[in-house]
């Protein structure tokens, strides 16, 4: 399982975009780069996923440069509500888990 | 529809006893799995299953810890003789596609059991 770096920790004001960086280096072929979202007292929540370059949903973007070796989750006008810790993993199509890692604790202050 | 169900939501236990927790999966989904979460730290895999097979159970931490799902929905984790260093949530997902499916495999989370060991 390819490994990832985030940052451990992020504030961020109430309207403000925030852009959470995450590297792997070792990222596979056949891997995907996802990102989870969990909430205190909650199991995590499926945000995003993509391959390469951009992808676009109703929650957020992730941006993918060509060598695929780090990803950029962005939240556009965060609120309260996004105060959570965000997970970056590299998933294998077909692997049968997921490893999470420390997270990105994102705070977001009115 | 209704999402992943677990319960108990908390349980507090003493040294030696045993516990088990369960999880009602999302109609239908093929794949179920079960994590560890300690606090402060992300979910670490236990075990995986596709209906009722087994496939995987390289993350359970020692024989102590047992999980099944006998009918390929509703699953078990069951841990014996609990010590201390088992406290944590224990977070059950599940997932339509089988291994290989698309999407990456996302998987639907339940809100956790907190085992708590005195």
Known sequence: LAKTTQPISMDSYEGQEVNITCSHNNIATND???????FPSQGPRFIIQGYKTKVTNEVASLFIPADRKSSTLSLPRVSLSDTAVYYCLVVGLGANNLFFGTGTRLTVIP | GAGVSQSPRYKVAKRGQDVALRCDPISGHVSLFWYQQALGQGPEFLTYFQNEAQLDKSGLPSDRFFAERPEGSVSTLKIQRTQQEDSAVYLCAS????????????????????LTVL
């Open chain 2, 95 to 114: 997932s339509l596609a089988e291994r290989g499916g698309s999407r990456g495999n996302e998987q639907f989370f339940g809100p956790g059991t907190r």
């Open chain 1, 32 to 38: 995907y780069i996802t990102w989870y979202q969990q």
